[in-house]
């Protein structure tokens, strides 16, 4: 059985640069604490949404975090040891699910757990293979992650970077947009 997942999410990792079984495209952003990732996707999104096109979001957290508060019933429910709670409001949804140790789900399999959409922005996941924009900053004290990894199509920076990649500057959504909608073969 094992193996057969393993089969399913090589073949998964092969659809990336094509785009998703489903026809979602997928596109992530690569960068340092600090350098602007989640900034810069929150101004992209209007303007994908501006296109037409639903926009689904995976972000990687390198920590514990909580989507529910402390005192509400669900919250309750998941710390009385609930494996899943799943809220429901006329407005949105939401399901949690806690681990309660088992491994962390891989990047295949969060992709799958999504509905269909147009445009999967990831955020994190620095070594998925996907086509990735680098956000950068000098002022984080880190190093460019591009020379290093070969799916960072383009940099998006506050200062001129030494690279042959498309570059843009760090307040340009409008262009950073029109990249990633014609790098996914949207536009």
């Keep these: 059985m094992r193996s057969a997942i393993v089969d399913r999410r090589a073949e998964v ?3 990336y640069r094509d785009g998703f079984h489903s026809g979602m495209k997928i596109f ?9 990732k989640t900034t810069l996707i929150e101004k992209l999104i209007p303007l994908f949404v ?3 096109l639903k926009v689904s979001l995976v972000k990687h957290a390198h920590h514990a975090f909580d989507v529910d508060q402390p005192g509400k019933d669900s919250y309750r429910h998941r710390h009385a040891g609930a494996s899943e709670v799943l809220v429901s ?6 399901l949690v699910h ?3 140790g088992a491994p962390e789900p891989g990047f295949a399999e969060l992709i799958e757990r999504l509905s269909p959409c147009d445009l999967v922005l990831i ?6 293979r996907v086509p990735k924009l680098e956000v950068y900053r000098a002022a984080t004290g880190e190093p460019l992650l591009h020379p290093q990894d070969r799916d960072i199509v383009a940099i998006a920076s506050d200062q001129q970077v030494d ?20 790098h996914t073969g949207i536009r």
Excluded: C, N
């Design 13 to 15: 990792s092969l659809d």
């Design 28 to 36: 992530g952003f690569a960068g340092w604490s600090g350098s602007g």
């Design 98 to 100: 806690e681990l309660r």
């Design 89 to 94: 409001s006329s407005r949105r949804w939401a």
């Design 163 to 182: 690279t042959r990649l498309p570059q843009f500057d760090l307040d340009d959504a409008p262009r950073i947009a029109d990249f990633v909608l014609r």
């Design 123 to 128: 955020e994190g996941f620095k070594r998925e």
């Design 50 to 52: 501006a296109h037409g």
